[in-house]
């Protein structure tokens, strides 16, 4: 596994030795990161189930401004912070180790708003329409940015949730990646919540 492009293009990446983390293969992120935009000019970047941080890192070398990379495992905390000074990216990124759902709760009571967010949790756990859900009740997203989330082919998620509404879908084996938008706020207050 390795950084494809931009800045710290060709960096090895380490990864989880662990059955719970399933990295995202380079020919998979390679396709997503031609449909989200191959080059980023600023912003932040959430990678939330981060594994190896392998996303968020690939967001950075592509121009983001600064990352965010948050799991519960230590040893996913610990590879991603090497994967870091691998790439020389540490002064641009914050690592924490939390669950997700505590993680988004901080990120909102410090009014932060992402670009783009990172969402590939383990595929055995349901948790992905709460973290949706939770996204758009925060306000994580800022307007014109992407939620990207991984999970199995059997697993559907909905159309939308709250604003957050999906726009496209891509399909690779049997790993699926939905990309959802953050539809404006309303200017009157009729919003469509």
């Known amino acids: ?12 990446l380490k990864t989880v030795q662990s059955f719970h983390v399933r990295p995202t293969t380079d020919r998979v992120k390679e396709s997503l990161f031609q449909v989200i935009g191959p080059f980023f000019d600023g912003g932040w970047v959430l990678d939330l189930f981060a594994g190896s941080g392998s996303l968020g890192l690939e967001a950075l070398s592509r121009g983001a401004d600064r990352a965010v990379f948050v799991d519960r495992d230590r040893a996913s905390v610990d590879v991603i912070r090497r994967n870091l000074e691998a790439a020389r990216m540490g002064r641009r990124a914050e690592v924490y180790q939390r669950d997700a759902r505590a993680a988004l709760r901080i990120l909102a009571k410090r009014e932060t708003a992402f670009r783009l967010i990172f969402l590939d949790p383990p595929y055995k756990e ?7 859900t939770a996204i758009d009740e925060r306000k994580l997203l800022e307007e014109g940015g992407w939620v990207i989330a991984e ?10 949730y709250g604003r957050l509404v999906q ?9 699926q990646i939905d990309l959802y938008t953050r539809e404006a706020d309303s200017e009157e207050g009729g919003g469509n919540r």
């Not at 726009?167 to 790993?175: E, F, I, P, Q, W």
């Open 151 to 160: 999970h199995g082919g059997d697993r559907p998620l909905g159309p939308a």
């Open 167 to 175: 726009s496209r879908s891509l399909v690779y084996g049997d790993t």
């Open 126 to 132: 349901d948790i992905l329409p709460d973290i949706l």
């Open 1 to 12: 596994m390795r950084i494809i492009a931009g800045s710290s293009k060709g960096t090895r």
